[in-house]
Structures are given as C-alpha cells and as structure tokens.
C-alpha cells in the first residue's frame, strides 16, 4: 500500500533563517512521482514541483531546493532564507504507474515563518 | 483563465439534506477528481474521472456520488449529508490520467454539516 508521511506538524522559524521539510514515502510500484504543494493561508493548493522515481537529481529552484533519496525513500524540501510569505502548509504527495493521476497525500506541515 | 471552478465556497447543510458541489474546467482536461480535506489528515480522494462517461471510486467514496457527462464538469453530490461530511473538499484536473501529469486544484468548498 502506498503512505506518505510528513512527521514536522509544524515548524516556526524566524525570518531568513532555513528551514527543511521532511517526507518519507511508500509504495510497491517501481514507478512513481512526487510531488509537493503550498496551501497558503487562503486556502488553495499550489503546485512547487514534480519528480519520478527514475531521476535522483536534486532540484534548485530559487530559494526552494528539493533532495530526492530512493535510498531511504525521502523527498525533503528546503527552504533557503526563508520569508513571512512561505507561511504555508506544505503538503508532500505521491501518485503512482498504477494508478492514474490519483495522489496520495502527506499529511501536511504548517510552516509559520517569524518576521 | 478560468482554470477550476468550484461552487460555492461556502455551504452549511442540515443533516439528511443533500446537495451537489459543482466542479468546471475549461482546460480541456481529460482526468477530473474530488478531495476532501481534514483536518490532520491531508486530502483524500473521494472519486476519480480518466475521461466523459467514466468514472471510479477513490479512498473514502461513501456517501458520495459523481457523474461525469461533459469533460468540462465533474459534480459531486451527497446523497444524505452527516456531520462527518463536514469538510473542505477539493476538485483538480489534469490533462491526462497519467500520474506525472501536474493537477490543478479549484480554490475549494467549505462544507458544514449541522
């Protein structure tokens, strides 16, 4: 059966510091893709990024970077200097070959950045 | 630039009523889906569309029916509403039902029941 988890409830930190997200995931197919989405305090979910299981490359995008590890099936988000607008939940979500484009969620990280 | 439409934002029903959340896209969208989001628990699936005329069940479907007779809607209705339908449901899309596909979501329907 397929499980996404996201330990961190939630996570403050003061502005510019950096601040990781963690997901840890499960599946049977040997073919997936994860993703992570914002859900800003006005409520809608917003798509930051999407990466198959066949490309362990580590992302960077601005001050968003993500670390993919088959190894210890771990999708971790990091933040670089964050900022009071990253105040968010972030949710971590895994579809897989097998089953159309239908997501498994995390159950998401609240993120209060401190200004 | 529409993209997902949910309607309305905001409902409260009785017990026993029942109602249907509407979903449009106007993306030309193949795969159309509901979510329903609690709190501590993420978002589920609820149902699930990979084109017009078909449909299927998802992780937590009872108590919930859906039709998908257009590709552009995807309605949800219930059929005889209860407290633990009180929720904040989600509708998405996405071009096609493969699972690298990005999903769109609507801005959701906070639903109360009483």
């Known amino acids: 059966a397929q499980k996404v988890t996201q330990a961190q409830t939630e996570i403050s930190v003061v502005e510019k510091e950096d601040v990781t997200l963690d997901c840890v995931y499960e599946t049977r197919d040997t073919t997936y893709y994860l993703f992570w989405y914002k859900q800003p305090p006005s409520g809608e979910l917003v798509f930051l990024i999407r990466r198959n299981s066949f490309d362990e490359q580590n992302e960077i995008s601005g001050r968003y970077s993500w670390n993919f590890q088959k190894s210890t099936s771990s999708f971790n988000f990091t933040i670089t200097a964050s900022q009071v607008v990253d105040s968010a939940v972030y949710f971590c979500a895994l579809s897989e070959r097998t089953g159309a484009n239908n997501l498994f969620f995390g159950t998401g990280t609240r993120l209060t950045v401190i200004p | 630039n529409a993209g997902v439409t949910q309607t309305p934002k905001f409902q409260v029903l009785k017990t026993g009523q029942s109602m249907t959340l509407q979903c449009a896209q106007d993306m030309n969208h193949e795969y159309m889906s509901w979510y329903r989001q609690d709190p501590g628990m993420g978002l589920r699936l609820i149902h699930y569309s990979v084109g017009a005329g078909i449909t299927d069940q998802g992780e937590v479907p009872n108590g919930y029916n859906v039709s998908r007779s257009t590709t552009e809607d995807f309605p949800l209705r219930l059929l005889s509403a209860a407290p633990s339908q009180t929720s904040v449901y989600f509708c998405?899309?996405?071009?096609?039902?493969?699972?690298?596909?990005?999903?769109?979501f609507g801005q959701g329907t906070r639903l109360t029941v009483v």
């Open positions: 998405a899309s996405s071009y096609d039902p493969n699972p690298n596909t990005e999903a769109f």
